[in-house]
């Protein structure tokens, strides 16, 4: 029960068996042990929208003024680099790691697609590889690294690309999942190890699983209207942890949906895959 105000980016950690999300407008990340039920919250000066952990230890943010390196002993950070810097109201909004330890990370704005899509090397140099988005959000991959998928939000469509894993290129742009906004707003998602994607659906209180063709294979209504994101978690990797939203809602609404913002877990019956580490 986290209350947060936008709950975002689940991350589980395979080691500590542990999941992290952030807050983003509360400007906290947060970290669970199911195990033994313990929660912990760190506050960081900026709002953080994305992370993944780092090879050499510790872990890198997309924030709201671009990318960072957090030190979770000394709760440290490092600035990187922006490359929307001086663009008004936008900000990181979601991001995963490829099997090559890239980093590709979506930015937003409220109007319009001027938002893009980067991929961060190793060696710290930043591509823009999607351009005119209108709200980035979640970033996946199949099994075998052939495709990957890209949301965009306004567009409520889920893309699909090839992927090419030793060179870090996509090409061949086309709908995966394409609806309207009546369904729905997609949001973060993730891959199972059947190549099944899964994304929340914010506005819905439903979590989805699309079969490899684009077609439903699973709806999971939610006790929250407004689900952000999902991940694997857990021992075996078949947990799915779902963060969620109470910005925006009214007073009536809180009381209808009371665990809005809060931390879920679904029992699943496949299993997810581990998420790999930033190389840089």
Known sequence: PSQ????????WNVKEQAIYWVDIDGKKIQRFYPKTGK?????VPVKVCLMAF?????MIFGAEDGFYFWDPKTQKM???????KGKKEARFNDGK???KGRLWAGTMTFEGATSALYRMDADLSVSKMVSEVTIANGVGWSPDNSTMYFVDSIR???NAFDYDLATGTISNQRPFVQKDAEFGTPDGLTVDSEGYVWCAIYGSWKVMRYDPSGKVAAEIKMPVSKPSSCMFGGKDLNELYVTSISEGLSEEDKIKEPMAGDLFMIKTEVKGLPEPD???
Request: hydrophobic share 35%; charged share 30%.
């Open 278 to 280: 930033f190389a840089g």
């Open 4 to 11: 947060n105000i936008l709950g975002e980016a689940p991350l």
């Open 39 to 43: 929660y912990e919250s760190f506050d």
């Open 78 to 84: 490092d600035f990187i680099t922006h490359p929307e």
């Open 54 to 58: 780092r090879e050499k230890g510790g």
């Open 156 to 158: 409520y469509v889920i």
């Open 97 to 99: 790691v490829d099997r």
